[in-house]
């Protein structure tokens, strides 16, 4: 390790102790710190040759939060300082997420609101629609928009939104296959039943484009593919379609301490350059959520739909996923949180990409695991100072890439000005 490490401890021990004397309850404005180590024994996520690092991360995050006579304004910002130890590339790594969320009322029954969310990461990471997280020269900056007016009756209410994400990397060749534009609109009708029942019917539709689509490019590495005569391999493929969604849903609140939400339905993608034309399947979502005593909360959640590609060799996947987190207070200062989740991916060669051919293409599926605990010491009272600790592991197994385990352990340290 380097000298930053000492200092970026210094730097947050400064910043937490000025804020322990300038705390005030009652403020908008907050300012909160963390400092973590962590311990990461496959830094490269390979299956062979796995190399550990530690790294040590500061975390700084400014937040606004104002009721207004006539609605809300949130805002949010946070910088991530990060030092790397054994690696390649750089060794410092700066971060930025900035959020921003604004409601207004128009009048007793409309509203309307948008939500922000801008990241720019210099961190070396890809993100698949799949779920995994793959370690390269990634930077990146991503935006999601949020939009929406929602009207509201005695009984009734009905939300019409739209969204716009927008993805784009730094380096040309893997912005070429990966920078992706999303569009969305949607309208949402909500009934309130009875005072426990709410019955939902939501039609949406989506646009993804991928800007690089149909540019020269040196020979790809696509996953699940046998080349053969006639495959094209430099060019970029398109995996961008449209989408109509159709479902129906209910919210239930079953007692005080257990409610839930689910939806179900059909969708329609519209392919734009596979070799089938459009691929379609029912989705369904559901949570539930139960609160046995004030000290216990557990969520647990499931969904079934086709989703965004995250394998360049296709145009869709059927996508599964399932999660389970569990949240108990041992006592006024102590927690503990353990979470699960898991994904499952499949590809069909009906649904690859059209410069390649179906026969050269084998189906795939790949399975991602993520367990996670988390203990959490409150130092103070008022619930600003805690001092944590945690452990994850990830399990990649897949038909079509280099699959891969991972175990991270972290400390961490928690103020709140």
Do not use: C
């Amino acid at each position: 390790m380097n000298w930053r490490y000492p200092v970026a401890a210094v730097v947050s021990l400064l910043i937490s102790a000025a804020g322990t004397a300038q705390a005030q309850r009652t403020r908008p404005f907050t300012v909160s710190n963390s400092l973590h180590v962590e311990f990461d024994d496959n830094i490269n996520q390979a299956k062979d040759n796995k190399e550990d690092s530690w790294k040590v991360l500061d975390q700084l995050t400014l937040s606004y939060n104002q009721i207004l006579e006539s609605g809300f304004l949130g805002l949010r910002y946070t910088a991530v300082g990060t030092w790397w130890d054994n690696r390649e590339d750089n060794d410092f790594t700066l971060d930025h997420h900035a959020d921003v969320e604004a409601t207004l009322r128009l009048s007793r029954r409309l509203e309307v609101g948008a939500v922000d969310r801008f990241v720019r990461r210099e961190s070396p990471e890809v993100l698949n629609a799949d779920g995994t997280v793959r370690r390269q020269d990634a930077s990146y900056s991503y935006n999601s928009l949020n939009a929406f007016l929602r009207g509201r009756g005695q009984t009734s209410s009905v939300d019409v939104g739209g969204r716009w994400q927008v993805l784009r990397y730094d380096e040309d060749r893997l912005a070429d296959r990966e920078d992706y534009d999303m569009y969305s609109a949607g309208v949402t009708l909500r009934n309130q039943a009875t005072r426990e029942t709410a019955l939902l019917l939501e039609l949406r539709g989506e646009q993804y484009d991928y800007p690089g689509a149909g540019k020269p490019t040196a020979t790809l590495v696509m996953p699940g593919l046998t080349p053969a005569p006639g495959d094209d391999r430099n060019t970029i493929p398109d995996r961008g379609f449209k989408s109509v969604i159709g479902g129906i849903g209910v919210e239930q609140k079953f007692s005080p301490n257990l409610s839930g939400r689910a939806t179900a339905g059909y969708m329609l993608k519209d392919l734009n350059a596979a070799n089938s034309d459009d691929d379609s399947a029912p989705y369904a979502d559901a949570a539930l959520t139960l609160n046995p005593s004030p000290a216990t909360s557990i969520t647990l959640a499931g969904a079934y739909s086709l989703y965004q590609s995250g394998v360049l060799t296709f145009a869709s996947q059927t996508r599964t996923s399932a999660s389970l987190t569990l949240g108990h207070d041992l006592n006024r200062r102590l927690s503990v949180v353990l979470a699960g989740s898991y994904i499952n991916s499949d590809y069909k060669a009906d649904n690859s990409v059209d410069t390649v051919a179906e026969t050269s293409v084998q189906d795939g599926s790949e399975d991602i695991w993520v367990f996670s605990t988390r203990l959490v010491y409150r130092v103070d009272r008022a619930r600003r100072h805690s001092i944590e600790a945690g452990w994850s592991h990830t399990n990649l197994t897949s038909d079509l890439r280099d699959e891969f385990s991972q175990n991270r352990y972290d400390a961490a340290w928690r103020i709140q000005l």
